[in-house]
């Protein structure tokens, strides 16, 4: 896999020039062509080149949504929705031009239901606004990958987060979905009822499908109730090993931890440079415990004691609302802080996830494999989920240093499936990790191809990603 | 839909004979096609006909499960993967004949990762024997349909029980499958790691899909760690909409509750009748709670607040271990014990689950809606997920009781349809339920149909059931 070899998807100049026509008609000044407007709606986060679609769309209900995918249904034109462009992997590409389909208008909060914990929400709505919206409820929704991203885009690629290891992922806090399929039908995936026996788990499909099966129009959501107190902290450790240590034994003694983020000691001196702070530039372990006041201060203690058993500490923790902030702020902060440590670099984010058992492995062995490559590439990770992730920070113009990065980011997915583990624990595969799906999943790619082909027989959805991009679909297309 | 009337799957007389005989070659002895065997492998648990096989085998390892599916995909006839029997819905009912693979010899228990709380299990494991096997560990497997059901048959069906409110179903309990698909291959349907966004949802799609997509031959288990404490009692109140208001605050409070289960007057008759035992025939709560010592009884002394504020109690609870198990036995009696009421019956178990504050609402409907037709129906509920079944109690031989019974079904399915929720919250849908399929998802079920005719062309995974099976199958057949 060369980085920026991306699958090529045939452009179809005719059908493409009649979708724009038909849609100009339809939507007038909603259908975007100037180029400024094409380039935000490609990809721009990452290392990944920019694929910009041929006009952006901004619908406003489901029913303009299948207006426009039959338009493209009909003429064979590529669909990609979008949300708000954070995804890392290139999601929002058009490698074959298209129809982007900008979310952002249909951001309304349809409903709240406080007595059964869950809502209803419009795709284009962002995660903070749903929260800020929820606060008198008592209710908060717990999914946070870091970006203030769209709940459509965030269901579309199964987002987790930092607090995943106690709330779970988008896979948990999604009820049911609403979506237009590639015919142009509207299917609404499940009831509102907290389980379902009820034929196929079409949620589930759809959720991490990256808008290559459907295009979620409307969400139905979990709540969950605010604690009534957090406690939080962070505490320094010797090594890696040692932190990664006091994650397991967190883990395996059931403290309901509700964050446990590992950072390394890199990625450290990134934070104090960017926020200007003075934490100690060892590997350092992020938490916070929810609960009421008696079980976030006994979980924070037992806590300090596992710290302290693996020679970490002291654990610095705090009730008090903007201590916590200003401590989570820095963490939050660390993909932006660690550009710092190489200004005017691209940074590549890795992402894999393994049972928490190899966790300190994996982790010392990527270490010890960034500094061999000789590369700069801060780590942080959700590490009670045994995830973590590299900012590999490169130049993208410079192809040594690109090979050098292909061959780290090839060795350190493989070392992750070796160990049982995963290429993508939350970014998803979008454009950058197909070629790695066939050496995890093997067969099972080939069925995630029926289920497409099935489901989307002219490829019109987000082609060249996910299980229709990489090497995989260079054989097809 | 009449009770009776099940789709029928044509026999493919040609095809079975030519597979016995591959088989009896392949599998001599573990080839049976003696009545009474191929009689216990068809349904038995309910008021469904028994609709035998043609042949049960007794595959070892998935090698051998490749073998049968080859051989019957090459014939088209129909293969049915056999548990323990115990689902509720004539799931391993064989209305075409063909073959059934009992899952029994495939019993291993392959390994426990303490460190990683997982396990990886045979299907044909039983869920009291991995409990079993996990006790020193400090570990369990807490999914508890009340059957001592297998493993693979749990997923198949995305089973659930008493504690779900707390532990999740069978859909979060299982971290991936491998399973032999109708082309004979194999397919992992993920890593042990706990998060993936590697693609489609491959595992969550195999959970609840009843055998007919492929057959489940590994699974990956999550396991929590056993309580420090446990804490559990009952509680009777004046009224089913006393005790159902008193789940929603218990819910809306974050209390995090383990079990808690609603059971109606009649049904207390028949325990106290069933187990000889003296509890207040009104609707009562069973409840367990897990967590430290301290924590268990705060809980239970929250719960008993809140009984008391909704007339109901004395909240009589315990920490006591063998008082615990006493009490819950009555309510794990609560199916058998229903059989009391109406000696020689045979009983038809509803299963509808609603969003939880609709759930005094349909149990009261569904209360009156029972005394007007005249119907004996006793209701237990995994009231925490608002999910409640009917047990009703029916002569099959009497056509007008008969019709009584299927119009009353009729209404309490389209009635939780209705209330947004669903026709079965755990039992699947089988042979009985997929009629109301179409009512709960419209499009949906063409969606699931696709994805069936994309995996399994030839139709040769459990004919009849789920998406094949009921009305919606008989335009197609």
Not at 31 to 48: I, K, P
Not at 168 to 190: H, I, N, P, Y
Not at 271 to 277: F, V
Request: aromatic share 4%.
């Amino acid at each position: 896999m060369a980085l920026n070899d991306l699958v090529a998807v045939k452009r179809n100049e005719t059908g493409i020039a009649l979708v724009l026509e038909t849609l100009r008609h339809e939507f007038g000044e909603r259908l975007q062509t100037g180029r400024s407007v094409r380039e935000q709606h490609g990809h721009t986060t990452t290392y990944l080149p920019n694929q910009m679609p041929d006009g952006v769309v901004f619908p406003e209900n489901t029913q303009e949504v299948q207006k426009v995918v039959r338009a493209c249904a009909a003429h064979h034109v590529p669909l990609i929705a979008f949300g708000t462009g954070t995804s890392l992997e290139g999601q929002v590409n058009a490698p074959g031009g298209g129809i982007s389909l900008d979310m952002s208008r249909m951001n309304r909060i349809l409903a709240v239901n406080a007595k059964d914990l869950d809502c209803r929400v419009e795709p284009g709505v962002l995660r903070e606004e749903l929260n800020r919206d929820l606060r008198d409820t008592g209710l908060f929704f717990p999914i946070d990958p870091g970006a203030n991203a769209s709940l459509g885009g965030m269901a579309a690629t199964r987002a987790s987060g930092t607090n995943a290891v106690r709330y779970g992922t988008m896979r948990e806090a999604v009820l049911s979905l609403t979506a237009v399929m590639a015919d142009g039908e509207v299917v609404k995936t499940g009831a509102r009822a907290k389980k379902s026996a009820a034929g196929y788990d079409l949620t589930r499909l759809l959720i991490g499908s990256e808008g290559t099966l459907g295009v979620i129009t409307e969400l139905t959501l979990r709540l969950q109730g605010i604690p009534q107190a957090i406690s939080g902290g962070i505490c320094p450790f010797p090594s890696l090993g040692a932190a990664s240590r006091a994650v397991i034994a967190t883990i395996q003694m059931g403290i309901p931890v509700a964050r446990i983020e590992l950072v390394n000691a890199l990625q450290m001196k990134a934070i104090n440079l960017h926020s200007r702070l003075d934490y100690p530039e060892s590997p350092c372990l992020f938490l916070e415990f929810h609960g009421s006041d008696a079980s976030v201060a006994e979980q924070a203690e037992l806590f300090g004691m596992i710290a302290e058993e693996e020679g970490g500490g002291p654990f610095l923790w705090t009730t008090v609302a903007e201590e916590r902030s200003r401590l989570w702020k820095a963490r939050h902060d660390a993909y932006w802080a660690s550009y710092i440590l190489r200004p005017g670099a691209k940074g590549l984010s890795t992402d894999v996830c393994v049972p928490i058992s190899r966790l300190a492995q994996c982790v010392a062995e990527t270490e010890a494999d960034i500094a061999e490559s000789g590369l700069v590439a801060p780590i942080v990770g959700h590490a009670g989920d045994g995830n973590f992730h590299t900012l590999v920070l490169m130049d993208p113009e410079d192809p040594a240093e690109i090979a050098r990065v292909e061959a780290f980011v090839s060795r350190l997915n493989m070392r992750a499936i070796a160990m049982d583990g995963t290429c993508t624990g939350e970014h998803g595969v979008g454009q950058g990790k197909a070629a790695f799906l066939p050496h995890e999943l093997g067969h099972g790619v080939d069925v995630m191809r029926a289920i497409k082909q099935a489901l989307d027989p002219n490829n019109i959805f987000n082609p060249g990603k996910t299980i229709t991009g990489g090497r995989i679909a260079a054989d097809q297309d």
